[in-house]
């Protein structure tokens, strides 16, 4: 039988909120010592992922004010997410597909994960890791 999302992803997301400023994002991802969150709406909505590379291209390399500047403006599109229920292949698979590094794992509407690259890679062949991480690299 399958592992499923749940198993294997890191638990216990903390979430950066849409209104939260890039300087307060920047912290939380300090104090956590990660290099990404999710961002989190004030409906409890999932709005997106901020990294650590969003805040330096898209803040700080462009002169922007990490203090004015809102988590929410960086958290573009609909956010890519997996069922917690889904199988560890279909995160392989969206990841690949989407060409992601974190997917947000999600069960109902509530967010409750996060499964990583790495969290994957003690999972699967080292073929499919290979491939995976192939497929991110093509990305950057």
Do not use: F
């Not at 104090?31 to 969003?54: H, N, Q, S, Y």
Request: overall charge negative.
């Amino acid at each position: 039988m399958s592992k499923k999302a749940r198993d294997v992803m890191s638990g216990g997301a903390d979430c950066v909120g849409e209104n939260e400023s890039i300087a307060e994002a920047a912290k939380k991802l300090s104090d956590l010592d990660v290099g990404a969150m999710p961002i989190c709406g004030e409906d409890d909505r999932l709005k997106g992922m901020l990294t650590d590379r969003d805040i330096v291209v898209k803040v700080l390399a462009e002169g922007k004010d990490p203090s004015e500047i809102k988590a929410g403006e960086l958290g573009q599109g609909k956010p890519v997410t997996i069922g917690a229920d889904d199988s560890v292949e279909e995160a392989l698979r969206t990841m690949t597909e989407e060409k992601v590094r974190r997917l947000p794992v999600i069960d109902g509407h509530d967010l409750i994960g996060v499964v990583s690259q790495a969290d994957l890679a003690k999972e699967l062949s080292d073929d499919q890791v290979g491939d995976l991480a192939e497929a991110i690299s093509a990305a950057d």
